[in-house]
């Protein structure tokens, strides 16, 4: 008796699973698309973009809550297709009321995100990849190495996941767990539907992509003109350095990138935000702060500034006394260059720059 339970257990599993991978989630489907679903089976087209306003509105994660969808329509719906099978495992809260977010994939694979509250400001830190490859000597992600991109619909359900957790948010930032530029594909399409009037309608300018150099991809933004916030992970302008810190370095140099920075920027146009991990005595030093200073003819950036945070395959680095730091910032503010601090928002969960990572992906 007990073995033949155990048998049907096993077989609903294999069937749901079996019924799961046939379908697609449907936000990897435009209102066109669905509005031809609709009319092939004899519903009204309108109702495609009633459906979309669930869950791009209010934040639907099931067929069931569309109440003005017609009951054999949400049964339909539910046959081919899924709003999104990600779903949160835990979530961590510092005393800053940061909030990081341990999410589990369909295919039992895990991403971190972070969910920033600063007085009356809420920030979304998504990851674009599971892992990452790019192996920063500073960054537990990179340490991980990499799994898999995300695709679009992991993105968007990144997002939905976090909304459910918070009722706001004023911004997104790409800074979470992957290289963001080295998955332009899903990337993009996900802010698509981020930015557009019909998805979460997040402005443009709210958003932001942070790059360890991925040329390739910045030379992509140029040619969509996709007017989003550009940040760029330099942490160096000394290229033995930055090959030691950061491998992209070996395939992009400094001169490449800033090549395709002052491209980005039209010619100082353009905004770009420096992130500088502050590394004791790798980077830290007086003439570190100058060469940013030197670099300011370019084109026009400021600078994140973020005092190393611990991680543990990494222990050798290490962040300089408070004294050095004011030292870096204080000579990039007196000539001009606008600084920020990164409040240590997220530490003591592991949430801040560098150190999300995933023990089992």
């Known amino acids: 008796?007990?073995?033949?339970?155990?048998?049907?257990?096993?077989?609903?599993?294999?069937?749901?699973?079996?019924?799961?991978?046939?379908?697609?989630s449907i936000m990897n489907v435009s209102e066109d698309e669905l509005s031809k679903f609709c009319i092939e089976n004899n519903f009204p087209k309108f109702h495609a973009s009633q459906i979309l306003n669930w869950i791009y509105k209010k934040y639907a994660?099931?067929?069931?809550?569309?109440?003005?969808?017609?009951?054999?329509?949400?049964?339909?719906?539910?046959?081919?297709?899924?709003i999104h099978n990600s779903k949160i495992e835990t979530i961590s809260e510092d005393e800053y009321g940061t909030q990081k977010l341990l999410i589990s994939l369909y295919d039992k694979k895990k991403i971190e995100s972070v969910i920033l509250n600063k007085k009356d400001r809420v920030t979304f830190c998504l990851s674009s990849q599971v892992g990452c490859g790019y192996g920063c000597a500073f960054c537990a992600t990179g340490n991980m190495g990499l799994s898999r991109n995300l695709t679009a619909d992991e993105i968007l359900a990144e997002f939905l996941l976090m909304r459910a957790v918070t009722k706001k948010v004023n911004s997104i930032v790409f800074m979470g767990m992957g290289e963001p530029l080295?998955?332009?594909?899903?990337?993009f399409k996900a802010i698509d539907?981020?930015?557009?009037?019909?998805?979460f309608n997040l402005g443009i300018r709210h958003i932001t992509i942070s790059t360890s150099g991925e040329v390739a991809g910045i030379k992509q933004l140029i040619e969509r003109d996709l007017d989003c916030r550009l940040a760029v992970s330099l942490h160096s302008l000394k290229n033995d350095v930055r090959d030691k810190i950061m491998p992209i370095n070996k395939r992009y140099p400094i001169e490449n990138l800033m090549a395709i920075?002052?491209?980005?920027?039209?010619?100082?146009?353009?905004?770009?935000?420096?992130?500088?991990?502050?590394?004791?005595?790798?980077?830290?030093?007086?003439?570190?702060?100058?060469r940013l200073v030197n670099l300011k003819k370019e084109f026009p950036f400021k600078v994140n500034v973020i005092p190393m945070n611990p991680v543990e395959h990494a222990p050798e680095l290490q962040r300089p006394n408070k004294d050095i730091?004011?030292?870096f910032k204080s000579i990039l503010k007196d000539n001009g260059i606008e600084v920020v601090e990164r409040f240590k928002q997220g530490q003591e969960i592991l949430a801040g720059c560098g150190q999300l990572?995933?023990?089992?992906?």
Do not use: C, H, Q
């Open 1 to 24: 008796m007990l073995s033949a339970i155990i048998i049907l257990i096993i077989l609903k599993k294999v069937i749901n699973y079996y019924n799961m991978a046939k379908k697609i």
């Open 61 to 82: 994660v099931s067929f069931d809550d569309m109440s003005n969808i017609p009951k054999n329509l949400r049964n339909l719906l539910d046959e081919y297709y899924f």
């Open 182 to 187: 080295a998955n332009t594909k899903n990337l």
């Open 193 to 199: 539907t981020i930015n557009s009037f019909k998805g």
């Open 261 to 290: 920075l002052k491209r980005y920027s039209r010619n100082g146009k353009r905004m770009i935000t420096f992130e500088w991990v502050l590394i004791k005595d790798i980077n830290d030093s007086v003439n570190d702060a100058y």
């Open 325 to 327: 730091i004011l030292r």
């Open 357 to 361: 990572a995933v023990k089992n992906m």
